[in-house]
């Protein structure tokens, strides 16, 4: 009971942090409103191929899938910014990839995490069936 109820606080919590993002796959697209040359070679998109996945690493590196026809094998680094109120609460919480745009962090119903701007957007995939692994294995509805 302990362990469920710990994990349904950890799934209510809305701060994103570096082993959070590093426990996980990430599926990586772009959106409508990035530049057509990258849709086009986005699977999202209609591109052929397997969807694009990232993984980002405790040391702040970032890498993608060897056939990956958009990682162009060009050095990337992630942050984790968190802005905190003296009474403890949060003022801010986002993701910067190298100097690109900021990505704001949602927490989706089945406690997977989104980070998206207005260029792109990363999806966690959900892998409680890997050992040591996070989130639910089914879909949540509340």
């Not at 959106?31 to 849709?39: D, G, K, L, M, S």
């Not at 191929?49 to 958009?70: C, E, L, N, W």
């Not at 980070?115 to 639910?136: F, Q, V």
Request: hydrophobic letters at 30%.
């Amino acid at each position: 009971m302990e362990a469920t109820s710990l994990s349904i606080m950890d799934g209510k919590r809305t701060r994103i942090t570096r082993s959070d993002m590093c426990d996980h796959v990430w599926e990586f697209h772009f959106t409508e409103a990035a530049p057509e040359y990258w849709r086009n070679l986005d699977p999202y998109w209609g591109a052929t191929g397997a969807p694009m996945r990232r993984y980002f690493h405790q040391d702040g590196s970032i890498t993608a899938d060897p056939d990956d026809k958009v990682w162009g094998g060009h050095e990337s680094s992630f942050t984790v910014v968190t802005g905190l109120l003296a009474d403890g609460k949060v003022r801010q919480n986002y993701v910067r990839i190298n100097r690109w745009p900021q990505m704001t962090v949602h927490r989706k119903q089945d406690w997977s995490w989104e980070l998206s701007n207005h260029l792109y957007c990363y999806s966690s995939i959900p892998d409680a069936d890997k050992e040591n692994g996070t989130g639910p294995s089914f879909p949540m509805f509340w």
